[in-house]
């Protein structure tokens, strides 16, 4: 682009080049996306000078995250949580995890919600039971003995 400049220098002799990284959502699975590495070839600056790579990037965390709402809702079934037991414990309207499940209309809020049911599933079962000090101590024990 040529009304690129160089933040340490100030020149407009830039160099553009494409190239492949990875983002992801955290407990989510990298995804690829087009990095723009800037190179002024006035004093050797180095970077992504108009933060053109943000985008890009949360483009990938997205598709990331979205990929690990869908895996992890398809795990919580295999601990028999189903769908619909996830909607009530999580006071969501009936239908909104199965609708996550396949993808569609996935909003940013459930990537969130879904890294911390990955990282403790046994929130849901202690949730069921109104999170008393008796069913989270009992579901932890269960969960440490798996
Ligand atoms: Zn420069």
């Not at 996306?33 to 002024?40: K, W």
């Not at 993808?103 to 969130?112: L, N």
Request: charged share 25%.
């Amino acid at each position: 682009m040529s009304d690129l400049t160089c933040p340490a220098c100030n020149s407009s002799k830039i160099q553009t080049v494409k190239v492949v990284r990875t983002h992801r959502a955290p407990l989510g699975r990298p995804k690829n996306y087009t990095a723009d590495v800037n190179t002024c070839l006035e004093c050797g600056e180095e970077g992504d000078f108009n933060s053109e790579n943000s985008k890009e990037m949360k483009i990938a965390y997205l598709a990331s995250g979205v990929e690990l709402v869908r895996e992890t809702i398809s795990e919580l079934r295999k601990h028999d949580m189903s769908p619909a037991f996830l909607d009530r414990v999580l006071g969501l309207e009936r239908g909104t995890i199965a609708k996550w499940e396949s993808g569609v209309d996935v909003p940013r809020e459930a990537i969130p919600i879904m890294q911390f049911l990955k990282a403790f599933p046994w929130i849901a079962e202690a949730a069921e039971e109104g999170y008393t000090h008796e069913a989270v101590a009992r579901v932890i024990r269960s969960y440490l003995l798996l």
